[in-house]
T-cell receptor, first 116, second 110 residues
Framework: GAGVSQSPSNKVTEKGKDVELRCDPI?????LYWYRQSLGQGLEFLIY????????KSGLPSDRFSAERTGGSVSTLTIQRTQQEDSAVYLC??????????????FGPGTRLTVL | GQSLEQPSEVTAVEGAIVQINCTYQ??????LSWYQQHDGGAPTFLSY????GLEETGRFSSFLSRSDSYGYLLLQELQMKDSASYFC???????????FGRGTSLIVHP
């Protein structure tokens, strides 16, 4: 079946503009994660959704970042008033959502965000 | 908190064997995962160890020692396509969010 998809694959924006990044998880996966990966760095956790529960937003770096997940499926990560330090690859992953961190995560191809 | 340490870079020649180590500090440890990421690509799952010992999957094996808080990924018969970044990740009790290491860049030379 189809894997995790993300759009756009690349986004170039000007400092101060808002951007929206989209993630379509694997059908049937109830858990969805957003990560940020800067050049040559590891994966920085941003936010986690599990079913209809309130999301875990503990990784969001500032209040300029927000995310929502509609109908338990598609998720959108919004960055307001972008800054140059927001430039990174934003990765989305989904998992079956057993509620345990042992779930295998399936990653999308990422969105490369460049803030000029 | 949780922390993982892995080498930033490892180099090897085609056909050789290479080991990528990962040490971790966490509470309520569940297991250790490994992911592979090619340049510009998405991380893909390789293996998961919850119990001590060696898990073998083709040319790749993963080892875990819970008492030493240590694991490694072993790649045999290296191929050029194995050049990638390899991340270890810790799953721990009470947290549904795995913690990833900073990744090890494996460079395979002909």
């Amino acid at each position: 079946g189809a894997g995790v998809s993300q759009s756009p694959s690349n986004k170039v924006t000007e400092k101060g503009k808002d951007v929206e990044l989209r993630c379509d998880p694997i059908s049937g996966h109830t858990a969805l994660y957003w990560y940020r990966q800067s050049l040559g760095q590891g994966l920085e956790f941003l936010i986690y959704f599990q079913g209809n529960s309130a999301p875990d937003k503990s990784g969001l770096p500032s209040d300029r970042f927000s995310a929502e997940r509609t109908g338990g499926s598609v998720s959108t990560l919004t960055i307001q008033r972008t800054q140059q330090e927001d430039s990174a690859v934003y990765l989305c992953a989904s998992s079956l959502g057993s509620g345990l961190s042992t779930d295998t995560q399936y990653f999308g191809p990422g969105t490369r965000l460049t803030v000029l | 908190g949780q922390s993982l340490e892995q080498p930033s870079e490892v180099t090897a020649v085609e056909g050789a064997i290479v080991q990528i180590n990962c040490t971790y500090q966490t509470s309520g440890f569940y297991g250790l995962s490994w992911y592979q990421q090619h340049d510009g690509g998405a991380p893909t799952f390789l293996s998961y160890n919850a119990l001590d010992g060696l898990e073998e999957t083709g040319r790749f094996s993963s080892f875990l020692s819970r008492s030493d808080s240590y694991g490694y990924l072993l790649l045999q018969e290296l191929q050029m396509k194995d050049s990638a970044s390899y991340f270890c990740a810790v799953a721990s009790g009470g947290s549904y969010i795995p913690t990833f290491g900073r990744g090890t860049s494996l460079i395979v030379h002909p």
